[in-house]
T-cell receptor, first 111, second 112 residues
């Protein structure tokens, strides 16, 4: 069982549609990070959320950290083919800088 | 501005062979990490280092060894490769608590 559960595992939508990806845990995290990974490349950080209830926007991407700091969501408005990729959430473990990653959500945006 | 460079990018090994994966970073970061990525399982930490000359086990360390003789380099070794080690391996580094991790482009390793 992973500490961070992501859902859905796979999402296929048409260009222009909206989508939401979820990252849930039974544990409290001091912060959560979201990464996007494209084929053949390593993950790249999109955002870090640190405060319960926090909402951060990055152009068409909206990230929310749950009030209890146990969950987070990523919402994409009017998705574009360039949003295609694997979205990973990650949070620090209790001690040190080590991160635990969710299993990822693979997003495919069709033109 | 390379960031994190991993070599090789691809490798095919036979069961029982050994090899070393190299990670080099030019960001002067103290912390370095080796992960493996398998379908549906995200990234799992193999070993990590908090500075030159130090190493520590992650969540899946069995069958792997690491060394951090120089600050900029972090080596991952497989002494006797097994098919279960077929995976994509990523190296990452960061500058401290709550700092983003910077990843290389991965090494795709197949063990036959």
């Amino acid at each position: 069982t992973q500490l961070l559960e992501q859902s859905p595992q796979f999402l296929s939508i048409q260009e222009g549609e909206n989508l939401t990806v979820y990252c849930n845990s039974s544990s409290v995290f001091s912060s959560l990070q979201w990464y996007r990974q494209e084929p053949g490349e390593g993950p790249v950080l999109l955002v870090t959320v640190v405060t319960g209830g926090e909402v951060k926007k990055l152009k068409r991407l909206t990230f929310q950290f749950g009030d209890a700091r146990k969950d987070s969501s990523l919402h994409i408005t009017a998705a574009q083919p360039g949003d295609t990729g694997l979205y990973l959430c990650a949070g620090p473990k209790a001690a040190g800088n080590k991160l635990t990653f969710g299993g990822g959500t693979r997003v495919l945006v069709k033109p | 501005n390379a960031g994190v460079t991993q070599t090789p990018k691809f490798r095919v090994l036979k069961t029982g062979q050994s090899m070393t994966l190299l990670c080099a970073q030019d960001m002067n970061h103290e912390y370095m990490y080796w992960y493996r990525q398998d379908p549906g399982m995200g990234l799992r930490l193999i070993h990590y280092s908090v500075g030159e000359g130090t190493t520590a086990k992650g969540e899946v360390p069995d069958g792997y060894n690491v060394s951090r003789l120089k600050k900029q380099n972090f080596l991952l070794g497989l002494e006797s490769a097994a098919p279960s080690q077929t995976s994509v391996y990523f190296c990452a580094c960061d500058g401290g608590t709550n700092q983003p991790q910077h990843f290389g482009d991965g090494t795709r390793l197949s063990i036959l």
